[in-house]
């Protein structure tokens, strides 16, 4: 099962990697980036793309693995001397730890780490994508609407003979023009600090011009961009400490309630115990379904809709848990009900007498 295990998340990890790479190869490359910063964001997104798929791959190895024990007669012959399903089930629940462990250095430290150091490095790269509008005697248009041309740059860094269009209003344009300008690097983003302009506001349905004389203007340059990021942490880059105590300050730093906080801490506990759950009902599942030569294809079935089911009900408690900070036990729910699923399969796989009457209705 480790073997299996290592291929279907090499498998998986490759298909969720080429889609979050395409995305990143157009954000990147198309602003200017190098290919070592395209590897680089990459590289700080396989983590959480690992996270989301070692519980599919445990559950597909689980369901493959025990395929192919029934199908070659070895359950067959092992059941004959005697194991019961429990005692089947021992390794199966071993290697499902190994997955739900996996999971938890995952969730609780490599994740959280890569997502904040992703955010770091997309704030410096949008500073270099706002760096991009220093370029002399060229008009440039940063995004639709937008037209920028700047005359001359002067060692000291201050800008001259400054001309802007912003056109992405309905019905209207406004032109600025500037002797000079400034572009400022602060904490809420980059602006440009415009001296000594006019602009001039035409509206296309009335045909009418306004004009303003200005000594000083500043406009917000990120808005010429793509939406700024933000440099204040996500709850999903907190420790998981941080999220299952935290302080005044740290909801006032995520803007996210108490409530949303504990689910998130909560449910990296949860997510790992699913993992472990998922590679059990694998093989319970498909251990109900005694040899046939038909195979075990209900069987498999029936591991998939249980499956889901238990990341449905998942879904729904962790938006309950949301709601309110009392309730951030029912992020478990789903692990409770796991369990249960599990011990209810390996209970039906101990008593064949139970389905005896389906089998001699298939054979005649």
Sequence with gaps: MMVLFGFFSLVLILVYWINRAVVLFDQLIANGQSAFVFLEFTALSLPNVIALVLPMAGFAAAVYGTNRLAADSELVVVQATGYSPYRLARPVLIFGL?????????????????????????????????ARLLREGTFLHPSPGITFYIGHITPEGELLDVFLSDARADGSRTNYSARSALLLHQVEGPRLIMFDGVSQT?????????????????????T?????????????????????????????????????????????????????????????????????????????????????????????????????????????????????????????????????????????
């Design 202 to 222: 035409l509206s296309e349905e009335t045909q009418r011009l306004s004009t303003t004389s200005f000594t000083d203007f500043s406009i917000d340059v990120a």
């Design 98 to 130: 190994i997955v739900g462990i996996l999971v938890s250095i995952l969730t609780h430290f490599l994740v959280p780490i890569s997502l904040a150091q992703l955010r770091e490095r997309t704030i410096e790269v949008s500073d270099n994508v706002t």
């Design 224 to 364: 010429f961009m793509d939406k700024p990021v933000s440099k204040t942490r996500r709850a999903n880059e907190l420790s998981t400490p941080e999220l299952l105590w935290p302080s005044d300050a740290i909801i006032e730093e995520t803007r996210s309630r108490r409530a949303v906080l504990l689910q998130e801490g909560h449910e990296r506990f949860a997510q790992a115990s699913l993992a472990v759950i998922a590679t059990v009902i694998g093989f319970s599942a498909l251990l109900i379904g005694g040899y046939s030569r038909f195979g075990l294809w209900r069987q498999i079935g029936l591991a998939v809709f249980l499956l889901i089911v238990l990341k449905s009900l998942d879904n729904a408690m962790a938006d309950l848990a949301r709601s309110d900070a009392a309730f951030w036990p029912v992020s478990y729910v789903s692990t409770l009900a796991g369990v249960f699923v599990c011990y209810a399969l390996l209970w039906l796989s101990a008593r064949p007498a139970l389905f005896s009457a389906r089998r001699r209705a298939g054979a005649i």
